[in-house]
């Protein structure tokens, strides 16, 4: 990974779940303040520590990191003809080396990356280490990165041999950028916590529509068209309150919609909240409203219907594979305000389909979305890698 997944539940959940099956370590760029910081944070033992490989972060790691790449020339054929007769100059490929000092050192059977953009240089690594590589792809790396290179994943997809899209929507677009499947390919979705996120409170407000959203505020999650959708409410009559928790870029941008609009007692931006406090805003919510123009899959998304929330969500990349539409909540055309609001005024209308749907929702995530069941796909992908040819 690049970093320590100190915010990124999903890639801490993985890492901690995974290696109970198996014997993995996680090579990072980033600092130990972090990785302490991690196993604080997910109450870890201390061995956790061993596993964690922080590139040469620190003077002690730089020092550990020249020593392994001097004792792997000595100790891995593959290294030392790399070194010695591979392509690029001795400096550059030193580099790459210190770089992935750790791969030298432990030898591992199956190198993952867990994003494509990480891929495009990390499969380098293939010049000196016998490890079978593999690679996620989770949405900013097909949607944006490298759109204007035809042959920007060549590398990846010539020397991986193990692929892992979340959905159809991403393995379609890597078709679309020159993949083909050569090696072990699974469809594993993203999961969450559904012991965490599960309605324990039901006593929702009954005087107006309680509306929420969650995520960064950037412009792929298309939060103008749900506020433009909030003033066809107000417009209409419709007592409603609409949260948006989260922060970002698009703060201020958000904030001169909701006043030009005329919403400030309507629309509220939360900023970042906890795991806790967000779990609250879902526990007093009525609908989810997700109004994407680019998403690979969405967590908050399974998330809200975890928590009972009947979700409109645009039909933007992989959204549609995320909720059953018509059942655990409505897929609608992005950039669509007017269709927000048509399925929001349905809920306002129609308030016996909430909890309806919001049951289904549930039992849908409960039924594919689980933390156990993508852990145990993701240990039968890494071992059918191992054991191919």
């Not at 910081?37 to 790691?61: M, Q, V």
């Not at 054929?77 to 992935?100: C, E, H, P, T, V």
């Not at 590589?133 to 204007?148: E, H, I, K, P, Q």
């Amino acid at each position: 990974m690049h970093e320590v997944p100190l915010n990124s539940g999903f890639l801490a959940s993985k890492f901690i779940k995974l290696s109970e099956k198996l014997d993995v370590h996680l090579l990072v760029w980033d600092s130990r303040q972090n990785v302490d910081a991690f196993i604080t944070k997910y109450n870890l033992p201390d061995s956790y520590r061993k596993k964690i490989h922080c590139g040469y972060s620190s003077a002690h790691e730089k020092a550990a990191a020249i020593t392994s790449v001097i004792t792997g020339f000595f100790t891995n054929k593959k290294y030392r003809s790399y070194i010695l007769n591979g392509a690029g100059g001795i400096k550059d490929k030193m580099k790459a080396a210190l770089i992935y000092a750790p791969v030298i050192k432990l030898t591992p059977d199956i190198i993952h990356f867990e994003f494509g953009t990480l891929a495009v240089k990390g499969v380098a690594v293939s010049n000196f280490s016998y490890a079978k590589l593999s690679v996620s792809f989770r949405g900013y790396d097909l949607n944006y990165a490298g759109l204007d290179d035809i042959s920007y994943y060549s590398e990846v997809w010539n020397k991986c041999k193990g692929f892992h899209f979340l959905g159809n929507d991403l393995r379609k677009r890597a078709l679309e950028r020159g993949y083909i499947n050569k090696g072990i390919e699974v469809l594993i979705p993203p999961a969450i916590d559904t012991v965490f996120f599960k309605p324990i409170n039901n006593n929702k407000p009954t005087d107006k529509l309680k509306v929420v959203s969650v995520g960064r505020l950037v412009w792929k999650k298309g939060y103008e068209y749900a506020i433009r959708a909030a003033s066809i409410l107000k417009e209409k009559g419709i007592d409603f309150e609409y949260s948006i928790v989260g922060d970002g870029a698009h703060l201020q941008a958000l904030q001169f919609i909701i006043k030009e609009s005329g919403l400030e007692n309507n629309v509220k931006l939360l900023g970042t909240l906890s795991a806790e406090a967000t779990k609250g805003q879902l526990e007093q919510s009525h609908v989810f409203v997700h109004p994407a123009i680019s998403e690979g899959f969405s967590n908050a998304v399974l998330e809200a219907q975890a928590m009972g929330l009947p979700v409109i969500c645009t039909d933007a990349d992989g959204l549609p594979e995320n909720i059953e539409d018509t059942v655990t909540g409505f897929v609608v055309p992005k950039w669509d305000a007017e269709a927000i609001a048509e399925k929001l005024i349905f809920f306002s209308e129609n308030r016996e389909k909430i909890s309806e749907m919001g049951l289904k929702g549930i039992e849908r995530v409960n039924k594919y979305f689980t933390i156990d069941k993508q852990i145990e796909a993701f240990a039968n992908f890494y071992s059918s890698i191992h054991n191919a040819s």
